[in-house]
């Protein structure tokens, strides 16, 4: 079983940035898509970047293209999510996810089978 931690979180003003890692551990890196996902206060979870085991192919929300980019490093068996230009509705808990399978990337929240982290809070003032 993979264990996943996320870290980097933290308060920002609109307009700024941050970057999410996540690293796993417990099972192989490679192989496995890796996904990140948010959920603010009052919301469901909703997708936010994806990218499979190679990182050759990204997945954004539209909410987000543009100003996040999903990136990983499979020697550190970590993914990252650098979040630029920063909003307010960008605020939630943000979670990192990997697929069960290998060859297929996390691409909604209610897919079945999916890993996840335990979050790390992003809050944007205004």
């Known amino acids: 079983q993979v264990q996943l931690v996320e870290s980097g979180g933290g308060l920002v003003q609109a307009g700024g940035s941050l970057r999410l890692s996540c690293a796993a551990s417990?099972?192989?890196?490679?192989?496995?898509?890796m996904g990140w996902f948010r959920q603010a206060p009052g919301k469901e979870r909703e997708f936010v970047a994806a990218i499979t085991w190679s990182g050759r192919s990204t997945y954004y929300a539209d909410s987000v293209k543009g100003r996040f980019t999903i990136s990983r490093d499979n020697a550190k068996n970590t993914v990252y999510l650098q979040m630029n230009s920063l909003k307010p509705e960008d605020t939630a808990v943000y979670y990192c996810?990997?697929?069960?399978?290998?060859?297929?990337?996390?691409?909604?929240?209610?897919?079945?089978?999916?890993?996840w982290g335990q979050g790390t809070q992003v809050t944007v003032s205004s």
């Open positions: 417990g099972r192989s890196f490679i192989g496995y898509g």
């Open positions: 996810a990997t697929s069960p399978r290998r060859n297929t990337v996390p691409s909604s929240p209610n897919s079945e089978g999916l890993e």
